[in-house]
């Protein structure tokens, strides 16, 4: 530069950019119906602290920080994309990782058989979900702190089953087996013993039970024999406690673990056995995603840790028995009562000539001789509340639920009732109500007909709460016992019925499905199942499977001590082949008619069934939605030929939740199924409607 150059001093050059050199980073996903995981850096304060598995916080959009799983670390070259991109997680919420390997193993294959998402699946693998450590967990009473050493001399069949499944559960490894006992065999005892032998090798052991209404008895059971090894986990025990329950499993110190179908995700160290008892009981699959069924997820469970799998049931599935049948499951009969105590004696009621009388003369006369005798009886009918359904007789208007199209069930507002008759303080002001079953929707019993103002409004058909009701006037003596949803919502209530009858203070106990299996009463000798024929009446392919099950499973409550018991069910179908089988109590003679049937019409278990219901507010739009769905399979040029689209066609229940539902339905086999589902997450479904996928359901919506 010359003296006389006044431009300013050149700058100097930058130097050449650096490319990002390697950095970890952490796959994580979050409890969101979204396909992708998402990347975060790991900052300095997690390096070396971090583990799949291992929840943590993470900014997340507009949402802000959010809980999320960490799948995967590793280490990425961002050369391509710059790692000043991607965020950071924030905190570990774990000191230590809330799923294993094997965890993640089964949300993975949750996520591709249930067609969720991998966040869907992983957080419902993970069972404390999002919630964080509560300050002060609360620790329940037991029901018991000590084990005794009562045993029983087992009968034939118990010793039989004992020497085919014990060993198995010695040696280890993945034995799937289907343990088919007449109700009264002693199954649970064969559970105890094989537990008995997992503890034993120093592993634990998890049993599954449909219903929360069983887990007191068998509660009482596990604890009798093992004492504080014992823990229980259901959606009705606090918090808290299922807080230390999760960490118990997680630390080893969890033994024995009881719950239902929620429970098989507890993350249980050494894990050495699965029993899932009532394995045919629809409340085993879940009704929001990811939708699985707790009986697939178990046996992936047994597969994934190299244990054996007990499943048990007086009237098993179709899809486990067909299985024991073809050699895929080891088949464990147990076909006599312990003590060689006599099945029930089932008779029909045949109802059809006899207008809308409660009890046939049979039925009544025989509750007369029971309560004569201090015995107990058992009155089924799967429908609560006090009326079905509410008509005016004037002009034929029926209440029924704007959002769902379904008949409005009456709940006639009344004093509770402790078992044995004595009535409790009014817990509620509300007025008699209307309710929809399905949506929840309520609205007051109106005076006067909504369309034509007559005052003719009538009460018609009957639920539990009516049954009690009549019943009480034909037997005004009698202590009653009602049990289903309506009176076991308050904490403990499942338990101050089965005490309750346990005790024998009640005579007459009046139920839905919930006391239909599973429970030991020995003083009920008698048991009436109202409207037997019920089920037979849905549009679904397993009506006659649902119909067997349900009416051998509660005949199988009558009896079970040393006084004979008698069954009577009141049918308008006494020919029908499930209802011939219940009677015989025959469950081969109805299984090998009812998988004829299957076969021929290509139902599960021999060929998978997936349900596509499109949803909307605008009926036309689903309908449009739903006939554009199926020309987007048919055009599709990898979908498997083998997966036949049925539909599209309104479903059963048009109307659900104030949304018009239409369905399409997907039949195929078992190996390539999931190519179907892979293919279907392409599709996105138009604006307004959205789209609902649900393998292997139980019941057609």
């Avoid at 087992?154 to 085919?164: I, V, W, Y």
């Avoid at 293919?679 to 139980?698: F, G, H, I, M």
Wanted: proline letters at 8%; one cysteine or more.
């Amino acid at each position: 530069m010359s003296d006389g150059d006044t431009r300013p001093p050149a700058l100097p050059s930058p130097p050449a950019a650096v490319p990002d050199s390697l950095v970890d980073v952490a796959e994580v996903a979050f409890p969101l119906p979204v396909p992708q995981t998402f990347d975060y850096l790991i900052p300095p304060t997690l390096q070396g602290a971090l583990r799949p598995g291992q929840r943590i916080t993470a900014p997340f959009g507009h949402r802000g920080a959010q809980v999320g799983v960490v799948l995967k670390i590793c280490r990425k070259d961002t050369s391509q994309r710059p790692s000043a991109a991607l965020k950071s997680l924030l905190t570990a919420v774990d000191p230590i990782p809330a799923l294993s390997e094997k965890d993640i193993l089964l949300a993975r294959r949750l996520s591709t058989r249930y067609f969720c998402s991998i966040g869907q699946a992983i957080f419902c693998v993970l069972p404390i979900g999002k919630h964080l450590p509560p300050k002060r967990p609360k620790v329940s009473a037991s029901a018991a702190t000590a084990a005794t050493a009562q045993k029983f001399t087992l009968t034939p069949d118990q010793q039989n089953a004992c020497e085919k499944i014990i060993p198995r559960v010695e040696q280890g490894g993945f034995h799937p087996m289907l343990l088919w006992g007449v109700a009264a065999s002693g199954k649970t005892e064969v559970y105890l013993r094989a537990i008995e032998a997992a503890l034993k090798k120093g592993n634990s052991a998890l049993y599954l039970v449909p219903e929360i209404g069983l887990t007191p008895q068998v509660e009482a059971l596990l604890r009798g024999r093992f004492g504080d090894l014992v823990e229980v986990w259901h959606s009705e025990i606090a918090r808290g406690d299922r807080w230390r329950t999760w960490e118990n499993a997680l630390a080893g110190k969890c033994r024995v673990l009881l719950g239902p179908r929620s429970a098989v995700f507890v993350p249980l160290q050494n894990l050495g056995l699965v029993v899932m008892d009532e394995e045919h009981d629809p409340s085993y699959k879940e009704d929001s995603a990811p939708r699985y069924h707790a009986r697939e997820v178990a046996l992936e469970k047994g597969r994934l840790h190299g244990v054996p799998v007990i499943l048990g049931s007086a009237t098993p599935s179709m899809e486990s028995y067909r299985r024991a049948l073809e050699g895929e499951i080891a088949l464990v009969e147990m076909s006599h009562r312990v003590f060689d105590r006599p099945a029930p004696d089932v008779r029909a009621a045949d109802m059809r000539r006899r207008g809308g009388k409660l009890l046939s003369p049979e039925l009544a006369e025989s509750i007369a001789e029971r309560l004569a005798r201090k015995e107990q009886c058992l009155i089924f009918l799967n429908r609560r509340g006090f009326s079905t359904y509410v008509t005016c007789a004037a002009c034929g208007w029926e209440a029924r639920c704007p959002r769902c199209a379904v008949s409005l069930v009456f709940h006639k507002a009344q004093a509770p009732m402790k078992p044995g008759g004595e009535l409790l303080p009014a817990a509620t002001k509300n007025p008699n109500d209307l309710h929809c079953h399905y949506c929840g929707y309520g609205m007051p019993l109106p005076e006067r007909c909504p369309r034509c103002r007559s005052a003719e409004i009538q009460l018609k058909g009957r639920g539990t709460q009516k049954i009690v009701s009549e019943l009480a006037l034909w037997f005004p003596q009698a202590r009653f016992l009602r049990w289903d949803r309506d009176t076991t919502r308050k904490k403990g209530a499942h338990t101050e019925a089965f005490d309750a009858v346990r005790l024998e203070t009640v005579d007459i106990i009046v139920g839905t499905q919930m006391i239909a299996q599973g429970l030991d009463f020995p003083a009920v000798t008698l048991v009436g199942v109202l409207d037997a024929d019920r089920t037979l009446r849905f549009p679904d392919f397993r009506a006659g499977e649902r119909t067997f099950q349900l009416l051998t499973q509660v005949a199988g409550r009558a009896g079970r001590a040393e006084k004979p018991g008698i069954v009577f069910l009141q049918t308008r179908s006494p020919d029908h082949y499930a209802v011939r089988a219940a009677l015989r109590l025959d469950y081969k003679t109805f299984a090998e008619e009812e998988l004829k049937f299957r076969r021929e019409m290509e139902y599960p278990p021999y060929k998978r069934l997936v349900q596509i219901l499109l949803r909307g507010k605008t009926a036309e739009r689903v309908e449009h939605a739903a006939e554009e769905l199926m020309r987007w399979i048919e055009e599709r040029s990898d979908w498997p030929k083998e997966v036949e689209p049925l539909g599209p066609a309104p479903s059963f229940y048009v109307l659900r939740a104030g949304l018009t539902q239409w369905q399409v339905l997907l039949k195929g086999p078992e190996n390539v199924m999931e190519l179907a589902l892979s293919a279907l997450r392409d599709y996105k479904p138009p604006k307004l409607v959205s789209l609902l996928v649900d393998a292997d359901p139980e019941e057609l919506q």
